[in-house]
């Protein structure tokens, strides 16, 4: 079946559905039973000390939390790695880009970039509700933004089997599902069209 859709049609499902190459999202697609990650957009906190924000990453749970201390200042489901590909253990941030392309999967996408291990990082990408990349973390897209803008080079981020915030915070969170929308064309995910469309223009902080 061939999916004819209207330019506007083809930018909003493009916008969710980069990092595509990581996801084995070809085939048939199915109803959805669970919100797509375009739809979400957690609240996050400005961080009072910067230099004391670290990220928490709960492969189990699948869900990122930038935290400062003990504060929260944003929790957001994510995808992670199969089969446990996600490296564990505490990590530095190494570099930022918000306009960086894989030199694996045929240049695709992957804005927001952070990365924590060699070749390893969260970006804008593809969700889905059990493990299903190569070992990245994907994150929607206000999330990737938002993650972005409150670490730095040097941001600890700690990856393990279960966090505590999975028991608080973590338990809010949706679950999210991008598999069944289409995968947009090459004639877009190559081109610089995908960075401009994410850029965050809502309020990045509610305090």
């Not at 910067?50 to 749970?61: C, H, L």
């Not at 590909?85 to 970039?113: N, Q, V």
């Not at 040097?154 to 279960?162: D, E, F, H, I, L």
Request: hydrophobic letters at 35%; a positive charge; charged letters at 15%.
């Amino acid at each position: 079946m061939t999916l004819k859709l209207t330019s506007r049609q083809l930018l909003t499902v493009s916008a969710m559905a980069l990092a595509a190459c990581l996801s084995s999202c070809s085939g048939v697609k199915t109803a959805n039973k669970y919100p797509y990650s375009s739809t979400f957009d957690p609240p996050a906190h400005r961080a009072h000390n910067p230099a004391a924000v670290t990220v928490k990453i709960s492969t189990g749970a699948q869900h990122l939390y930038v935290m400062e201390g003990s504060r929260v200042l944003l929790a957001t489901p994510c995808s992670v790695g199969m089969h446990n590909s996600t490296p564990a253990g505490t990590h530095t941030i190494t570099s930022k880009e918000p306009k960086r392309r894989s030199h694996s999967f045929g240049e695709y996408p992957m804005p927001y970039w952070c990365e924590f291990a060699p070749a390893y990082g969260f970006h804008w990408g593809f969700l889905k509700p059990t493990p299903c990349t190569h070992g990245c973390v994907r994150l929607p897209k206000t999330s990737a933004a938002k993650v972005f803008a409150l670490v730095s080079v040097g941001t600890k981020v700690n990856v393990a089997a279960s966090q505590p915030e999975d028991a608080t915070v973590g338990k809010t969170l949706p679950i999210l599902d991008d598999g069944p929308l289409p995968n947009p064309p090459d004639s877009y995910m190559l081109t610089d069209q995908v960075f401009q469309d994410a850029v965050y223009k809502g309020n990045m902080f509610v305090d």
